[in-house]
């Protein structure tokens, strides 16, 4: 079988939920290609994965790497421009790749693209439905939302199969950007988390062993995700925020940077990757646990049974309702990023720190192993 997954590009996140059922594919023998933009395109190729460039089009952050609702609306032409150049490049693809079927992780235009061949179509998709930042207007916001389920909806209906990679109600993580989205959202289908788990991989990293041998600080693996204007701000205060408590903790920081060197750096306080290959070595042995708020980040740290702190990206809606329900389950705080000080941060980590964090996190753990995602996405290809 000829499979074709797209990965929407501004986030590792989506690529390494397709690069999972890439690699149930290829070891079933099928034929994979995949699209993507930039440098989750690079990443996707690193892998040993076929992988179509294709333009990016995204939301504008401003300089301190929070969603601008105003540029974005500026950059409207140039956006819709690239919406148009995508189908047009998927097309392309789609007829030289000839696939069986189509998988789209968040990708409307490649689903149009497959539509328009007629080709068979799954979206695997958290976010069916849009809010504006709390910025914005309340009449313009209403609008907004109202508007997105319509147009939304109407693009998510073209797929045979709509699979949602998060646990079912009541522990959705994203139930914000899921429920209440329409008919799309009624037909679609929960399938636990998609993503990488726990791995062995890593274990001659050259910070690891260092690491595991602390006994006297607080390790504290600190994950920045994202978009890259996103990422720049909040890895600055994470450095800062490290030399100021060298004297209690051990920070690994990684910047994530999906095609930064993969060799730790020290710094003071610890270690700062540009890319860091072996996350799940260090959510596993770490005492504390700081993160953006997106799904796929959650996901690892819910199937690690970790307790985590979650800094959302500012004014961006999707990982601003992830982090509250994380915290409502309870194994999670969230944190606005601009209240990120050395002191609000043991704060966080001497709260996580009570049992009740922990319990919680273990009981989400256990339910999502209930779940076999990538064997369910296989399944719905035909090729499990």
């Known amino acids: ?46 892998k040993g994965f076929p992988c179509n460039d294709i333009p990016l089009a995204d939301v504008v952050f401003d300089h301190e790497g929070a969603f601008s609702a105003i540029e974005t609306l500026k950059f409207s032409p140039v956006i819709m421009g690239r919406l148009c150049e995508q189908v047009q490049c998927e097309i392309a693809n789609l007829r030289s790749f000839s696939p069986d079927v189509v998988v789209s992780d968040t990708m409307i235009t490649t689903v149009l693209a497959s539509w328009v061949l007629g080709i068979r179509t799954i979206a695997v998709v958290n976010q069916m439905r849009l809010f504006s930042s709390p910025r914005t207007p309340r009449a313009f916001a209403q609008v907004l939302t109202g508007t997105s389920v319509t147009l939304v909806n109407a693009f998510w209906e073209r797929c045979d199969q709509i699979l949602i990679p998060d646990l079912p109600p009541p522990f959705t993580i994203s139930e914000r950007n899921l429920w209440h989205a329409g008919s799309a959202s009624e037909r679609a289908r ?77 710094i ?32 690892e740290f819910v199937r690690a049974g970790k307790p985590c702190l979650l800094v959302p990206i500012m004014a961006q809606t999707e990982q601003i309702g992830n982090a509250l329900k994380a915290q409502k389950l309870g194994f999670a705080l969230a944190m606005d990023e601009r209240t990120l000080t050395p002191g609000s941060l043991m704060g966080a980590f001497r709260e996580l720190s009570r049992g009740q964090y922990s319990r919680k996190a273990e009981e989400l753990r256990m339910i999502s192993e209930g779940h076999d995602a990538v064997k369910t996405v296989l399944t719905a290809i035909g090729a499990g």
């Not at 270690?271 to 980040?297: K, M, N, T």
Request: aromatic fraction near 10%; glycine fraction near 12%.
């Open 190 to 266: 929960y399938v636990g988390f998609l993503s990488p788990g726990a791995s062995e991989e890593g274990e001659d990293d050259p910070a690891l062993a260092g690491w595991r041998e602390e006994t006297r600080k607080r390790k504290v693996f600190w994950q920045i995700s994202g978009p890259k204007a996103t990422r720049g701000p909040l890895l600055s205060k994470a450095v800062e925020i490290a030399k100021a408590l060298e004297e209690e903790c051990l920070f690994v920081i990684t910047a994530g940077d999906p095609v930064g060197d993969t060799t730790p750096a020290p």
């Open 268 to 299: 003071p306080g610890g270690f700062l990757y540009r890319w860091c290959e072996c996350p799940g070595q260090f959510i596993r042995s770490c005492d504390s646990l700081v993160s953006r708020a997106g799904h796929v980040s959650i996901s």
């Open 1 to 46: 079988m000829r499979v074709y997954l797209a990965a929407f590009g501004s986030g590792m996140g989506h690529a390494t939920r397709m690069a999972a059922v890439g690699r149930g594919l290829v070891a079933s023998g099928n034929h994979v290609a995949f699209s993507s933009s930039g440098d989750v395109a690079g990443w996707l190729r690193s």
